[in-house]
């Protein structure tokens, strides 16, 4: 194994690139949750913004509308699961999981023509920088530009949930919608306002995979990212930060624990395989152990049905 | 009143059941592991599928079964509507499928790649892809520059290990110096992982990216990096132009075609098939040219040498890593060792995981 400082800052890239999806799908679901809405369709999201992704790509030549198309069909799709249980009232759980789903048959069913066909090259910009600049070049440079949203978006979402006031009245609806609803607060707006933002944030995760990460068109190939992303949520209580260290710590582990094996060290490869899995839980639950902050970042209503009575 | 719904309920449900009875219609139903738009093993498997359906015959399909739990539900589901003969098409559903097969006696069942026949309405097949891992280990052999041979491995079952050790004993034959690096990511079918370990081992000195694994992204990421690599399953060609020097391709139809119609005409009996060049259930996709014309005829030899049997895959000697002797030299394993191989071979770095 060569252990030179590029090879290490090409290898931190990697990293980098592996974890976006999480990121994006995470931070999205983060607000939803904040909001109290639990949907658990992260993953059928995810993939009809990957075939959407694709196939406006394949259909239009254009990776712009490509990227905002993603985000539309997500949201279209985060629109079906408000319908459901913010005006009808459904279970969230149930409703969450018959999304994902749907989503994982319809994005097969839309898929069937485009299986097979190459993707195209997405930009990746400052491929100079990276070249010329050893070790810092390959992890700051050479990326594409949804890296870089990915990576300033969990700072955004924190400032956005602490510091604006439409942040506080998300975190407020999320804690204790009756109280919100009696200060005058629209929940049912608010809520569809953050499912559909959820949407929109699982959608171009997914188009990253589709159109960046493994550019072609494969039926499942979110590949269980989509519940990962769930899981960081909670993992990380519900701070925008810490799932951003999250999905890096598993990206990373998953990447290193690959090369272990090519390198050939003698560890059980079962427990490598698992190992992006319990860091991951490990880390987070250390780093967020202080219980006053847990509670401070709960949305106490999550997951439960809120209706005005008139 | 009451008397009287009962018996027109009593009456209807005899209905019924007489005419779900005299609904005979031959029907096959085919069990997939992976959807059947992977471009790899289940896309093959469909395409068999696909020749016993233009004859005329009945068939039902079911993708991206999960191998465990899930799959019993799917193949008794299967047995229980209907279907005459069943195609269960991964390794993972061998005792699911033998244990519906014990209670569906009428029902006849093929599993792909087992080693359990455990009724007598119970048939297994699998084709020699380890002939074909012959070939690319010749072509991997000589191609590399790096002498490192990078392979993505899916599960440690004998039929994944035996085509690891068949690529590295053609490999070593023609470049002593050659190490096999593997790295396993414990699926079938997964493109971001397959890609992510194709990434790993091509950043850890290989030129030439070999797969067990069921997805096009390995090859992709193959000709993004400017290595070689080898198609699994189907002729992936098109996804890696520049990259792929040839594809190991699962040809089923024949066989499938025959035992269609053997259950059919009620000739059908339990077997053991293991066809390979030979039979043409393992073919080699075109040859990339930029292997030369010479490296080319060397293959197709080979390829000839293999399919009349005039050259084996495991002639010995072969040793494991620890040196001990497997095959005495002049003498090739035979088909017992091959099915149940679970030790690697001299050259292959790491451990079987366990």
């Known amino acids: 194994m060569s252990f030179d400082l590029n090879f290490i800052g090409i290898l931190i890239g990697a990293i980098m690139a592996s974890s976006v999806p999480l ?151 999320g804690d204790s919608p009756t109280s919100a609803s009696n200060q005058g607060i629209n929940v049912t707006l608010v809520r569809y306002s953050c499912i559909l933002y959820g949407g929109a944030m699982c959608g171009l995760a997914g188009a990253y995979l589709s159109l960046i990460y493994t550019p072609q068109w494969i039926e499942n190939m979110t590949g269980g990212r989509g519940w990962i992303a769930l899981a960081l949520v909670v993992f990380a209580t519900w701070s925008p930060i810490k799932v951003l260290i999250g999905a890096l710590i598993f990206g990373g582990i998953t990447i290193l624990q690959l090369h272990m094996q090519a390198v050939g060290l003698r560890i059980p490869v079962q427990l490598l395989s698992a190992l992006p899995y319990i860091m991951t839980i490990i880390v987070l639950v250390v780093i967020s152990r202080d219980s006053r902050k847990i509670k401070l970042n709960t949305p106490t209503s999550l997951g439960q049905i809120f209706y005005k009575e008139k | 009143m009451y008397k009287l719904f009962l018996r027109s309920l009593i009456s209807v449900l005899f209905l019924l059941g007489l005419s779900i009875n005299a609904n005979a219609e031959f029907k096959v139903g085919f069990v997939y ?161 397959e890609s992510e370990a194709a990434q790993a081992l091509i950043d850890q000195g290989a030129d030439i990216i070999m797969q067990h694994t069921d997805s096009t992204a390995p090859v992709q990421v193959a000709e993004k990096a400017g290595v070689w690599s080898f198609g699994q399953a189907s002729d992936m060609q098109r996804f890696a132009p520049k990259s792929i020097l040839t594809s190991i391709i699962d040809d089923w139809a024949p066989y499938y075609v025959e035992r269609s119609i053997a259950a059919r005409d009620g000739t059908w009996k339990q077997q053991d098939t293991w066809h390979g060049l030979k039979e043409g259930m393992v073919a080699m996709a075109p040859y990339n040219s930029a292997m030369g014309s010479d490296l080319i005829k060397e293959v197709e030899q080979l390829q000839k040498d293999l399919a009349s049997g005039k050259a084996h895959s495991f002639t010995g000697p072969i040793y494991d890593q620890k040196g001990n002797i497997l095959v005495a030299e002049g003498a090739v394993a035979d088909d017992g060792m091959l099915a149940g191989m679970n030790v690697y071979v001299k050259g292959v770095e790491g451990d079987i995981p366990q």
Do not use: C
């Open chain 1, 23 to 173: 990121i994006l799908a995470a931070s999205g679901e983060l607000i939803t949750e904040r909001s109290g809405v639990l949907n658990l369709g992260v993953e059928g999201m995810m993939i009809i913004g990957a075939i959407s992704g694709f196939a406006l790509m394949v259909v239009t030549d254009n990776l712009f509308f490509a990227v905002v198309g993603s985000m539309l069909s997500g949201l279209i799709l985060s629109f079906i699961f408000g319908l459901l249980t913010q005006s009808l009232l459904t279970n969230h759980v149930a409703t969450g999981l018959a999304l994902t789903i749907f989503g994982i048959g319809m994005s097969a069913m839309i898929g069937k023509n485009f299986v097979g066909i190459p993707g195209k090259e997405f930009p990746l910009l400052f491929l100079d920088l990276k070249e010329s600049i050893p070790f810092l070049g390959p992890i700051f440079f050479g990326h594409s530009i949804i890296l870089y949203f990915a990576f300033g978006l969990p700072f955004l979402t924190n400032y956005f949930l602490k510091k604006t006031k439409t942040g506080l009245i998300i975190r407020a609806v």
């Open chain 2, 33 to 193: 592991v992976g959807p059947t738009g992977d471009h790899g093993w289940t896309y093959q498997h469909h395409e068999g599928r696909n020749a016993v359906e233009a004859l005329g015959i009945k068939t039902t399909y079911v993708e991206s079964v999960p191998e465990g739990a899930d799959a019993e539900r799917v193949i008794r589901q299967l047995a229980q509507s209907g279907h005459d003969l069943i195609f269960t098409t991964s390794f993972g559903y061998m005792d699911p499928t033998n244990k519906v097969a014990k209670d569906f006696p009428n029902v006849k069942f093929e599993h792909a790649t087992g080693y359990k026949r455990e009724h007598s309405n119970v048939s297994t097949y699998s084709a020699r892809f380890y002939e074909g891992r012959t070939l690319l280990g010749h072509m991997a052999g000589k191609m590399t520059k790096t002498n490192t041979i990078g392979y993505i491995a899916s599960f440690p079952i004998p039929e994944v290990i035996r085509g690891i050790n068949a690529m590295t004993l053609a490999a070593q034959k023609v470049n002593p110096d050659i190490k096999t690096k593997i790295v396993w990511v414990f699926t079938w079918y997964d493109p971001g992982k």
